[in-house]
């Protein structure tokens, strides 16, 4: 077992006392030759030790770091073992064969990776990384929907907590809502779908299918902020760039856009269309991970941070592991009802490239529950 740490966990520094010397340096050189266009060289010796120190501590500890499109590039490119859109992730977790999983993302991404791998001991760098869509709704609230619908299936996004899983019928992701509502509408035997609690993404969806959809008044706080006014301009200033947009923009966005699709989906339509030029809406990030995996394309980065994916760190994570702490614990009973919901969604079959929604399609006006 060559170069693996024996160190007890007490014997790791403190983040603050990590050093770049020669050793360092020499371990993460190529890591910098691959973040080097979007990681400045002042922020590399900071970054440096806590990127060499988690490497080696991942090794010792059996872990696995599942890292987001929104984790910042020094995150996901050189610590993160898995990297992708929460339906990628969500998939890895349930089937990771190692002891202790790292979840480089926000809250409701380790619940989770806790709920389909309940026998792992699942990490989070910093459990206030929250999501202002999972704390627009609770269990309660799907209770009552659930008592005033009981004859449509309720759909829930994945940007929820475990109670609101439990309480729903099946999970969706960005990457497959229009593949799941229809697939529900089928097993219920009905043309109505409730999907909670994202209105501007239950929007999108509605506008690429038959099927009637009810929703909830809950919204991203970083993709409604977009703003068509905004794509107007982008399009005035860059004609030359092809604009990608998030389903969770609202619908007057994403019908100015040239696709749209999970974040999954927009690195997929970078990597194959090598546009020349890409302005990609959502999360500030993104930009920067996609930028490292295609050099050649130019990006315009208007972009709004996520506030709850922007507390996790290399500091967090190193912290983490050092300590193993920050423990992503879910109660058994709900973890099994929402393995029901997170598991019917990963039976469905699996789509070979993420699907893009179509922006020429117009968006119903939002029909939303009444409870
Ligand atoms: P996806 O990665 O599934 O597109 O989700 C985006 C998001 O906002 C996650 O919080
Ligand atoms: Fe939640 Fe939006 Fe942040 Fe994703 S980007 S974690 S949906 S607030």
Sequence with gaps: MDGMIRTPISDWPEADALVYDDGVKARTDHLYARVKDVVTPMEWPVFAPLIDAINRLKTERGAVIL?????????????????????????????????????????????TAKILSPEKTVLIPDMKAGCSLASSITGADVRAIKAAYPDLPIVTYVNTSAEVKAYSDICCTSSNAVQVVEAAAAQWGVDTVILIPDQYLARNVAAQTDIKILTWKGACEVH??????????????????????????????????????????????????????????????????????????QFVRPCNLCPHMKRITLKGIYEALRDMQHEVHVDPEIADLARASLQAMLDLPRLATPPHFDTGKAAPAAAYVSV
């Design 67 to 111: 890292a987001h499109n929104y984790m910042t590039p020094e995150i996901f490119n050189c610590v993160g073992d898995i990297t992708g859109d929460s339906l990628k992730l969500a998939q890895v977790a349930a089937e990771a064969e190692e002891d202790v999983i790292v979840q480089a993302g926000v809250h409701f991404m380790a619940e």
């Design 224 to 297: 409604e902020e977009f703003t068509p006014g905004d794509i107007d301009e982008l399009r005035a200033a860059h004609p030359d760039a092809v604009i990608l947009t998030h389903p969770e923009c609202p619908p007057d966005v994403m019908a100015r856009a040239d696709f749209a699709g999970s974040t999954g989906a927009m690195a997929a339509y970078v990597k194959e269309r090598a546009p020349k030029k890409a302005i990609l809406i959502t999360e500030c990030s993104m930009s920067d991970n996609v930028a490292v995996e295609n050099p050649g394309v």
